[in-house]
C-alpha cells in the first residue's frame, strides 16, 4: 500500500515526499526513518477540520510520546494544535521547540517532585492529575511558587477496548487514572475543590491505543458524562472540559480499516452531545489527545537488506526465507513489545510484483523478527528495504541494544530532505560513561 505523499517514480523506486528513497538511503545511510511532512500537516488540519465542524468547542493536544523531535513539536504547533507532554524530558522538549507553555498539559501515572515543579514553574496550561498522592504534593509545590495551576483528573472508565492486552488503559484493573465505579474520581476532585491554589478545569480519560472502531470511545464518552452529571450534582459546579484522550488506530496492513476522521468525528461528537442533551449538562469543551493517528502513517524506515537464507520449516511451505536487514529491535522494539505487525517493500524494486513470502529478520541477537511471512519483490542483498507505518513509537522507543547506533531521521517535503535527527556516532556510545580510577591500571 502507498501512504501519504508515497509514489512509484519512473526508475520504479519509492518516492516519499518527492524524494526518491534509494537516494535518500545513499545520501544518509541506513536504518534511516523518513518522515513526511505534507502528511503530518493534513492529518493535524484534517483532524482539527472534523471536530471544529461538529463541535466548535474542542482542543486537540498531539501526544507527543508517538514521535517527539524539535521538528515535529513546531509542526503541530503551527497546526494550531496544543501538545500533552508527560515527562521531564518531553516537556523540556516541547520547550526548546518554541512550545508556548500554556499549550501544553503534563500527564504521568508517577510524576515526580521535580516534574511538578518544573511544569509550575515553565507554566504549563494544565497537569493532569493521576492520584490522590499527587494531589497533596501538587499543592504544596503550588503554594511554595504563590501561584494556582489548572487541573483535570485522570478517570478510569472501566472499559476494555479491543486491542492488544499491552497497550490496553481504560479498563478497571490498570495504573492510571482514579477509578469512577469505587467513587476514587469523585473523591479526588471533592479535595481539590478544598485546595484554593487548584483550580479544578475538568475530567480526563484514555482507554487505550490502536482501536479500528469508535466502539469503545463512545461506551468511555457515555461514562464519563455520568461522572460529570455526579460531580454537578454532589459538588454544584459545572466541569468545563472532558477529554477524551487518543486510541484512534492507523494502517499497519492494507486489511486495517480505521475509521477516517470525520467517521470518527460524526461518531463521538453525536454519543458526546446525546449523552450531554440526557443528563441536563451545558456543553463542556472536548478534548483530545490524538497522537498515532497523526504521525504513524507519516513514518517510512529504510534498512539495506544483507545475508538471504532459506531453512527448512515444519510450516506447509516447508521452507522459509529469512532476509536480513542493518536494524531491527533497536530502531523497532514494537513487534516484540507487543506483536505489532507491519507490511514493506523493496524500495528500488517498488514496480515489481510481491510475489516472494520472505521473513524480515533483524541483527540483533535475539530472534529479532520484523515482519512474518510477508510479500515482497524478489530480494538481492544490497536491496532497500521500506518499512511503512513507522512514524509513532519507533524513534520513541528506539534503543542501543548491542550497542547499535540509533538512526538518523530526516523530514521530506516537497522535493527536500532535512536532518531532523542525526545518526549517533561511536562516542556516542560512551560519552556518559565512567571508568573508575582503580580500573585504569
Request: hydrophobic share 40%.
Amino acid at each position: 500500500m502507498l501512504l501519504g505523499t508515497q509514489s512509484v517514480n519512473a526508475q520504479g523506486h519509492l518516492e516519499i515526499g518527492g524524494c526518491d528513497t534509494v537516494e535518500l538511503a545513499k545520501e544518509f545511510g541506513t536504518p534511516l526513518y523518513v518522515i513526511d511532512e505534507a502528511t503530518i500537516r493534513a492529518n493535524c488540519r484534517n483532524y482539527k477540520a472534523a471536530f471544529d465542524k461538529r463541535y466548535p468547542q474542542n482542543r486537540i493536544y498531539y501526544a507527543s510520546k508517538a514521535f517527539l523531535t524539535l521538528a515535529t513539536a513546531r509542526i503541530v504547533m503551527q497546526e494550531g494544535l496544543n501538545m500533552d507532554v508527560a515527562s521531564m524530558g518531553e516537556l523540556y522538549v516541547a520547550l526548546q521547540a518554541g512550545c508556548p507553555p500554556e499549550r501544553l498539559a503534563m500527564h504521568g501515572n508517577n510524576k515526580s517532585l521535580r516534574e511538578l515543579e518544573m511544569a509550575v514553574e515553565t507554566g504549563v496550561g494544565h497537569i493532569v492529575i493521576d492520584n490522590f498522592l499527587e494531589i497533596e504534593v501538587l499543592a504544596g509545590v503550588v503554594k511554595n511558587a504563590n501561584r494556582k495551576v489548572e487541573v483535570l483528573i485522570r478517570a478510569t472508565p472501566g472499559v476494555d477496548p479491543h486491542t492488544h492486552r499491552l497497550i490496553r488503559t481504560g479498563q478497571a484493573d490498570t495504573k492510571f487514572g482514579l477509578n469512577i465505579a469505587d467513587g476514587s474520581a469523585l473523591k479526588a476532585v471533592k479535595r481539590i475543590l478544598e485546595i484554593p491554589e487548584l483550580s479544578f478545569q475538568g475530567v480526563h480519560c484514555h482507554i487505550g491505543s490502536q482501536l479500528l472502531d469508535s466502539e469503545t470511545h463512545e461506551q468511555a464518552v457515555e461514562i464519563m458524562v455520568n461522572l460529570l452529571a455526579t460531580i454537578q450534582k454532589e459538588t454544584g459546579i459545572t466541569v468545563p472540559e472532558i477529554n477524551i484522550g487518543g486510541g484512534l488506530g492507523v494502517r499497519y496492513l492494507s486489511s486495517h480499516e480505521p475509521p477516517s476522521y470525520d467517521a470518527f468525528a460524526e461518531r463521538i461528537t453525536n454519543s458526546l452531545k446525546s449523552a450531554l442533551d440526557r443528563a441536563g449538562i451545558a456543553y463542556p469543551i472536548l478534548g483530545q489527545e490524538p497522537g498515532r493517528a497523526l504521525v504513524a502513517e507519516a513514518g517510512t524506515t529504510l534498512y539495506t537488506i544483507g545475508s538471504i537464507k532459506t531453512v527448512p520449516t515444519t510450516e506447509q511451505a516447508g521452507k522459509r526465507t529469512y532476509v536480513a536487514i542493518d536494524g531491527g529491535m533497536s530502531d523497532n522494539p514494537r513487534p516484540q513489545l507487543y506483536e505489532s505487525v507491519y507490511e514493506c517493500m523493496v524500495a528500488n524494486k517498488a514496480d515489481q510484483t510481491a510475489d516472494n513470502i520472505v521473513t524480515i529478520a533483524g541483527k540483533h541477537c535475539e530472534t529479532d523478527i520484523l515482519i512474518w511471512n510477508t510479500p515482497i519483490a524478489q530480494p538481492e542483498t544490497g536491496d532497500i528495504l521500506a518499512v511503512q507505518t513507522t512514524g509513532a513509537y519507533n524513534h520513541g522507543m528506539a534503543s542501543n541494544y548491542n550497542r547499535f547506533l540509533r538512526p538518523a531521521a530526516v523530514l521530506v517535503n516537497e522535493g527536500n530532505a532535512d536532518i531532523i535527527v542525526a545518526r549517533e556516532r561511536l562516542e556516542n556510545l560512551t560519552q556518559n560513561e565512567v571508568l573508575p580510577e582503580r580500573l585504569k591500571g
